[in-house]
């Protein structure tokens, strides 16, 4: 009896955390395929413009002022950052980029956990790891990849504010979607997912019967709805 209760509770832990340990396993994975020959040639011509000018951040020049570029800021910035605590170098602009890429393999299955299932979530973060794209574009300092993950944990927060309605997190949401638009505009799709959370949290909050339905226009809470849009 004592070795059937033990093996349901190692059940019980284990679907509790398979998840957890999957998404790390797949992390340090991925990680580890990234790091390889990291300081190698990369041959991407934007890469060593983008380095000059988060090098150039680094020493106190003023973006656009003293440093001309066509890039947004925050391309620059975070690297700058840690040229100015650490010795500059390709390898450590290229850790971050890195840095990025594993965050939006988080966020891509939270995603599909939440839509789906864990297992969906495993594999979808597995799949995004080894898309071509995705991994050359993670091992050079350029901030595609890096948008597209920002914008991607955007997408997670939103979907996670039509779960709980808490406008804190619909506020953060919004922070790290901007973030991601002042790193290269390329989640800017992504702001009509954000605005359809909204729409559909305050949508599901309208409990109405069937002969109710064509009044729902005028029952949905127009005034809250402009107030999370202004969070």
Do not use: C
Request: charged content about 15%; cysteine-free; glycine content about 8%.
């Amino acid at each position: 009896m004592s070795l059937s209760k033990q093996e349901d509770r190692t059940r019980r832990w284990w679907r509790r955390h398979s998840f957890r340990i999957g998404l790390v396993v797949i992390l340090f994975f991925s990680a580890s395929i990234r790091l390889y020959q990291i300081s190698g040639f990369s041959g991407n011509y934007d890469e060593g413009a983008h380095l000059m000018v988060a090098w150039l951040l680094s020493e106190g020049y003023s973006l656009y002022t003293e440093v001309g570029t066509n890039q947004l800021p925050f391309l620059y910035q975070p690297t700058a950052w840690l040229f100015a605590v650490a010795e500059p170098s390709s390898v450590l602009a290229r850790w971050l980029e890195i840095g990025y890429a594993l965050l939006g393999l988080i966020a891509v299955a939270g995603i599909a956990r939440l839509l789906w299932r864990p297992s969906v979530g495993l594999i979808a973060a597995l799949f995004l790891s080894l898309e071509l794209y995705y991994f050359r574009g993670s091992r050079i300092f350029g901030g595609s990849v890096a948008s597209v993950a920002v914008g991607t944990l955007a997408v997670l927060g939103a979907l996670y504010y039509q779960k709980t309605g808490s406008r804190k997190l619909l506020f953060l949401t919004g922070v790290i979607f901007s973030f991601s638009l002042f790193i290269k505009p390329l989640s800017l799709f992504a702001g009509f997912l954000l605005l359809s959370s909204v729409i559909a949290h305050r949508w599901q909050e309208i409990s109405v019967s069937d002969v109710e339905r064509p009044l729902r226009f005028r029952s949905f809470p127009w005034r809250v709805l402009l107030t999370d849009f202004l969070y």
